[in-house]
């Protein structure tokens, strides 16, 4: 009987000391609510592990325009990844964990500079370039045009750039700027 009492006195003595444990633990969460994040990390680790995932970035530099054009690639498996990077050793280069970056030089425009033309300011002419406004490319042809006579608004519009499509629009364009600047 004396064993009874004294097990019943040690199971008593065990949910008093955990509930003791628990209101301490509780207070602790409700003093510091972060501290949940935490222990929920240290409780199950895996779920807050993203799977691993390998980048690879192209980036191609146009020289005649000087403008660099990058491309993400996101690879789920190593395997694919790995065939890629062994067949272009020379150019890649690891930046950080998980990325890699390959690096490619293009003797030519970017599409950009291919497609797009504006006309814009030089110093005192106006000149033809590649591009656009936003993001100009090489001067194609400078053309000699007397800017000081030209109104203010053409000569702003000009600085901000002036897109046209083709030839025929170009010299639409300059024809009137000319007219403008013989007044």
Known sequence: MRKVAWSRLTILRVIGISLLIMVMIGWWFKKDPALIGKFQKLVSPSDTVAPRKWVLESR??????????????????????????????????????GLYVYYEENQDLCDSCLKNQFLGIEGQRIAVYRGTPDKPGPIMEKIALNLNKLPEAEIEDLKKGIPFKDGKEKLHLLEGLNGLSAE
């Open 60 to 97: 191609k530099l146009y020289t005649m325009c000087g403008h660099t054009v990058s491309k993400r690639t996101e690879y789920q498996l190593e395997k694919p990844f790995k065939s890629v990077i062994v067949n272009h050793s020379r150019q890649i280069v690891k930046e950080n964990d």
